[in-house]
């Protein structure tokens, strides 16, 4: 069965400060995908970045970056120099791809960020 | 311009009613999902539609029935809704390009409160 853990629930900083966010997963699966999301006070599941299980450079995208770690079973996610809107909840998710189309994701707990200004 | 909708956004109900919520995509995408969000933000996967199959059928009450009408809409009918029912519902597609899997495009949800 596949599992995603996110240990810390919930992380404060003063703006301007960096925020990791730490991802581990278990899965059995040779192939898969990780992705982040991002949902915000107002709700809704805002995608970040999909990663598939053979690409293990790391990514970066403004104030944004992943570190994907196979050997660690790690997908983490750093915000550099953080700001108000950055205050929400990240989720990390596992996918399990199904061999006709579509994937099962399998989220982590989520951690909330709140950036105090 | 939306991409993914979903109708109600709020739904409130008492015990024992039947509801239903609508869900459509207009990314030409065609897998669908729904999935619950608890009160502690936990988020599950319910059920799956690939072109109107049925691909994902976890293990949720069969009071919860979804419907394809077509690859772009997935709804939910719920009967005889409990308490514990209450939860934020999403509706979620995807695509797959060449056997590779795309991330998943959520609507905003459906809040839905049991009385």
């Known amino acids: 069965a596949q599992k995603v853990t996110q240990a810390q629930t919930e992380i404060s900083v003063v703006e301007k400060e960096d925020v990791t966010l730490d991802c581990v997963y278990e899965t059995r699966d040779t192939t898969y995908y990780l992705f982040w999301y991002k949902q915000p006070p107002s709700g809704e599941l805002v995608f970040l970045i999909r990663r598939n299980s053979f690409d293990e450079q790391n990514e970066i995208s403004g104030r944004y970056s992943w570190n994907f770690q196979k050997s660690t079973s790690s997908f983490n996610f750093t915000i550099t120099a953080s700001q108000v809107v950055d205050s929400a909840v990240y989720f990390c998710?596992?996918?399990?791809?199904?061999?006709?189309?579509?994937?099962?994701?399998?989220f982590g707990g989520g951690t909330r960020v709140l950036v105090k200004p | 311009d939306t991409a993914v909708s979903q109708t109600p956004k709020y739904l409130v109900t008492q015990m024992g009613n039947d509801k239903s919520i609508k869900c459509e995509q207009n990314l030409g995408h065609d897998t669908m999902y729904w999935y619950k969000q608890d009160s502690k933000k936990f988020l599950k996967i319910m059920f799956s539609y690939n072109n109107k199959e049925l691909i994902i059928n976890e293990t949720v009450p069969n009071r919860f029935s979804p419907k394809s009408p077509d690859k772009a809409h997935l709804n939910l009918h719920i009967n005889s809704l409990e308490l514990g029912d209450s939860a934020v519902y999403f509706c979620?597609?995807?695509?797959?390009?060449?056997?590779?899997?795309?991330?998943?495009?959520f609507g905003p949800g459906t809040r839905l409160t049991v009385l």
């Open positions: 998710a596992l996918s399990d791809p199904i061999k006709a189309a579509g994937n099962k994701l399998t």
């Open positions: 979620a597609s995807s695509r797959r390009l060449a056997g590779v899997e795309h991330e998943q495009f």
